[in-house]
């Protein structure tokens, strides 16, 4: 191919996310094929095809409206201090079920906005504070005595 007749190097980023977009699609219909039939499927291919997969699936380039009009300052995002149930199990590295047993049992405070159950960032923090190096396994027996 001559140069001439070669598209130019920034034409090139969007027919090559498009032929990976097509690659991605081949190769996770393969293997979902190869499993509805039955077929061992080879953990590489697999891990190749979700590769494809996300990297697809990522915004390549800013949106049209922020080329145009591009932001002057970063806006402040506010410390939060409530957080939900599931927010507050994340922060602890626990499953929600366990967040539901510390308030059970009165170990954590919940409060209530409107009808919206939430808990205050510094309960959480105090909590922590007051754990001691064998409060891992309080919790699970406090459950185990109460089913007992």
């Known amino acids: 191919m001559t140069d001439e007749a070669r598209p130019s190097r920034e034409n090139d980023a969007p027919r090559n996310r498009e032929i990976v977009r097509h ?7 393969h293997v979902r094929r190869l499993r509805q039939e039955g077929q061992f499927v080879p953990s590489e291919v697999v891990e190749r095809a979700a590769f494809l997969s996300g990297l697809v699936s990522v915004r390549q380039d800013a949106p049209a ?28 590295c626990v499953s929600v ?27 959480l923090e105090a909590y922590v504070d007051g754990l001691d190096e064998g409060a891992g396994t309080d919790i699970g027996s406090d459950f185990a005595v109460q089913f007992l």
Do not use: N, S, Y
Request: proline share 3%; glycine share 4%.
């Open 97 to 123: 079920r366990t967040i539901e047993r510390l308030v059970a049992t009165g170990r954590l405070r919940q409060v209530h906005v409107e009808r919206w159950a939430r808990f205050r960032i510094r309960d």
């Open 23 to 29: 690659i991605a699609f081949a190769l996770c219909g």
């Open 65 to 92: 409206a922020a080329k145009e009009r591009p932001m002057l300052h970063d806006a402040a995002v506010p410390e939060r201090l409530l957080v939900t149930k599931g927010e507050a199990a994340q922060r602890l």
